[in-house]
């Protein structure tokens, strides 16, 4: 008596290409899908929809079958396969490798993909210069000193005069104090000085 193997037989997944139902209705679709393809110039994207295990990539697999001998290439992507992957990444890579493969881009495109898929950015920055607090008070002061040396001028007492006088000189050493010790324990982060 011969010996049989008992093992377990697994169905091949992978679309057959050909319309075995009995009203070829797969092969109808198809053939319209190819039509469309070869007259619709604005033609970009043709959408599939069905359950899983209702033919779609059979479907795909008739219509390159009947277009490839035309002389179209075809790229199929799997999105499940890659379904833990970075879908971008993955397209990317499969769609250069398949077409420097087939030697229908030049093999520069394999420099260009690594670019594509690169996380560098180029930023230009420009500084825009930022006039400091301390710069405009001490031009303020400057402005406005003649205005004080004026007041200065007509008090007869010369202690008051000098002290109008050394109100914005005073005014500008009181703000460098100020605003010094603050920096320095750290409660203004240096506005003042840049």
Same mark, same amino acid.
């Given at each position: 008596?011969?010996? #049989? @193997?008992?093992?377990?037989?697994? /169905?091949?997944? *992978?679309?057959?290409?050909?319309?075995?139902?009995?009203?070829?209705?797969? &092969?109808?679709?198809? *053939? @319209?899908?190819? @039509?469309? /393809?070869?007259? $619709?110039?604005?033609?970009?994207? /043709?959408?599939?929809?069905?359950?899983?295990?209702?033919?779609?990539?059979?479907?795909v697999?008739?219509?390159?079958?009947?277009?490839?001998p035309?002389?179209?290439?075809?790229?199929?992507?799997? *999105?499940?396969?890659? &379904?833990? %992957?970075l =879908? !971008? !990444?993955?397209?990317? $890579?499969?769609?250069?490798?398949?077409? #420097? =493969?087939?030697? +229908?881009?030049?093999?520069?495109?394999?420099?260009?993909?690594?670019?594509?898929l690169?996380? #560098?950015?180029?930023? $230009?920055?420009? !500084?825009?210069?930022?006039?400091? /607090?301390?710069?405009?008070?001490?031009?303020?002061?400057?402005?406005?000193?003649?205005?004080?040396?004026?007041?200065? %001028?007509?008090i #007869?007492?010369?202690?008051? *005069? +000098?002290?109008?006088?050394?109100?914005? +000189?005073?005014?500008?050493?009181?703000?460098?104090?100020?605003?010094?010790? &603050?920096?320095?324990?750290?409660s203004?982060? &240096?506005?003042?000085?840049?």
């Amino acid at each position: 008596m011969a010996a #049989t @193997n008992d093992y377990p037989q697994f /169905i091949n997944n *992978s679309p057959c290409g050909e319309d075995l139902f009995e009203g070829k209705a797969q &092969q109808k679709i198809a *053939s @319209n899908i190819c @039509n469309i /393809i070869k007259t $619709e110039k604005n033609c970009n994207i /043709i959408g599939i929809d069905g359950g899983w295990g209702s033919g779609k990539s059979n479907l795909v697999k008739q219509v390159e079958n009947i277009l490839t001998p035309e002389g179209y290439h075809f790229f199929i992507y799997d *999105s499940w396969g890659h &379904q833990e %992957d970075l =879908q !971008r !990444r993955s397209f990317l $890579e499969e769609l250069t490798e398949n077409l #420097t =493969q087939e030697h +229908l881009v030049k093999d520069v495109w394999e420099l260009k993909l690594k670019k594509l898929l690169s996380k #560098t950015k180029e930023t $230009e920055s420009k !500084r825009v210069p930022k006039m400091s /607090i301390g710069i405009i008070v001490i031009a303020l002061s400057i402005l406005i000193t003649p205005v004080f040396k004026s007041l200065a %001028d007509k008090i #007869t007492n010369y202690y008051w *005069s +000098l002290l109008v006088l050394s109100i914005p +000189l005073l005014s500008v050493a009181g703000l460098f104090i100020y605003y010094f010790f &603050q920096v320095k324990h750290g409660s203004i982060k &240096q506005k003042f000085f840049y």
